[in-house]
């Protein structure tokens, strides 16, 4: 083959890639344009995401500067279902052009649905991806406040959020058929909604850890939910509902907005519903870890110095980690390595002294490690039957199900944090924070040297693997 032949073959090679990966926006003139391009897609170890950033928008508003670019971040063990549509159900996607999550339409219904086509299905439909804000929905490309198709994802708008003011979205989980349906037609039952938070920043909470200014809330899960709010990006949560095609429910997600108006607000959340069946998370999951190994930290922990994050206040759920088909013997446990000042274990000690031997006032120091009911009876996470792994001659290996402090060890009083281990299953700890956060004595937060800053305890950050 001559080097002219191979140039056009390369060349047109080049032209196929970019009409397949290429979308036309049909929006109005009257609404903002927003541009959207992957710079990296490739994986790295758990909860490290591709950037993706969102570009600045072309408007008749052309005078306002976004005062936030949030990057967009694709989950790697993000739900892949089916979802429902109208007329019936259709196959999920994955862009090969971004690496976004969508659902398998021709091209006219993904244009009907107010979606855009990103690479195609093998079927020769288009991978649609689903968009959509509810606030200040006139410039959005979706003005409707409730969603049914799986993968959508909801940002929010680049125009200013008012303070003092809220922002819903409603999750439609009907999926009943028509009593006229063909008896061989199923219907898809959904069992659970996950949300990853690919982009969540919102205010942080107030010195006492509570969410009294900008918070999010989900009502409508049949589990326990807390309300979070800070910086948020790569964390998730399954919510769990009634059958679909038995009891259906819809799921209603809030952001809550505080007084202050100086405020950086900004999410991208990917909506997944996974259908009843093998799939789910067990029974109570806030958070399930489908991997072998990554890392698990509590809501608003990040590597930061100074107080600018903390733990959240009123945390009570389960976090649990699936053991098939890997079949492990146990679920370890590591503090995180942080590049700053920041403590990756970091809760508080006990809210009142008691009398047992086994509490001394040096068992008290919050600069060290806090093990059991007597000692973490204030803040701590429960892990069944955790003990170290080669604790020096002669300290046999103590096992311990609560740990607070701000080390992280099996050994009570220690001043080093260590690996934490379980062979308890199913493989699933526990977290929880009172409202008690600077008040109460002695606590982590009352002590005036080698302690946490009077705004609260820091949460955690821990690496697992199963193994």
């Known amino acids: ?78 739900v892949t279902v089916y979802s429902q549509s109208t007329p019936g159900f259709t196959q999920s996607c994955k862009s090969t052009c971004t690496g976004e999550r969508g659902n398998c339409f021709d091209a006219e219904t993904c244009s009907s649905l107010g979606g855009r086509a990103s690479g195609n299905c093998r079927d020769g439909r288009v991978c649609c991806i689903n968009v959509v ?26 125009r200013p959020i008012p303070a003092s003011s809220s922002c819903t979205l409603t999750v439609k989980l009907d999926t009943r ?28 909470p107030d010195s006492e850890s509570v969410c009294s200014g900008d918070y999010f809330e989900v009502a ?36 809550n907005f505080g007084a202050s108006d100086i405020e950086t607000r900004a999410w991208n959340i990917l909506i997944s519903k996974i259908p009843c069946g093998p799939r789910l998370a067990p029974a109570g999951c806030l958070q399930y870890f489908t991997t072998r190994s990554g890392v698990v930290q509590t809501f608003n922990w990040r590597d930061v110095a100074g107080t600018a994050t903390r733990q959240l206040a009123n945390q009570d ?31 508080s000690t006990p809210s009142v002294q008691t009398t047992v031997a086994t509490t001394t006032a040096t068992s008290l120091r919050p600069d060290v490690s806090q093990v059991g009911s007597l000692d973490c009876n204030n803040d701590f996470v429960v892990i069944p039957g955790g003990f170290n792994i080669g604790n020096p001659a002669p300290v046999p290996n103590m096992a311990f199900d609560r740990y607070c402090g701000e080390k992280f060890n099996a050994l009570p009083g220690n001043n080093a944090s260590t690996t934490v281990c379980t062979t308890a299953m199913p493989f699933r700890v526990l977290y929880r924070t009172n409202r008690d956060e600077t008040l109460t004595s002695p606590t982590a937060d009352s002590f005036p040297a080698n302690s946490i800053p009077v705004n609260g305890n820091r949460g955690f950050c821990l690496n697992f693997r199963l193994q």
């Not at 410039?139 to 993968?151: D, E, F, I, K, Q």
Request: overall charge neutral.
């Open 317 to 347: 759920y389960s976090i649990c980690f699936r053991s098939a088909p890997y079949s492990p013997r146990q679920l370890c446990l590591t503090p995180c390595t942080v590049v700053t000042t920041q403590k990756p274990f970091s809760l």
């Open 1 to 78: 083959m001559s080097r002219l032949s191979c140039f056009f073959l390369l060349a047109a090679l080049m032209f196929h890639r970019q009409v397949s990966c290429a979308w036309e926006d049909d929006s109005s003139e009257e609404e903002p344009k927003i541009a959207r391009q992957v710079v990296d897609n490739s994986f790295r170890s758990p909860y490290r995401f591709a950037a993706y950033p969102w570009q600045q928008w072309s408007s008749p508003y052309a005078s306002y500067q976004p005062r936030y670019q949030p990057s967009f971040r694709v989950p790697q063990d993000a």
């Open 133 to 158: 804000n509810t606030c200040h929905g006139k410039y959005s490309r979706h003005s409707s406040n409730a969603v049914t198709l799986n993968n959508t994802y909801w940002q929010s708008s680049l």
């Open 177 to 204: 058929l028509p009593d006229n349906t063909p008896a061989p037609v199923s219907p898809l039952s959904i069992c659970q909604v996950r949300l990853d938070f690919l982009v969540f920043t919102i205010s942080q």
């Open 220 to 255: 409508g899960a049949t589990n326990t939910v807390p309300n979070i709010c800070g910086f948020n990006d790569g964390q998730h949560m399954y919510l769990h509902v009634p059958p679909s095609d038995v009891t259906p429910t819809d799921l209603q997600l809030t952001f």
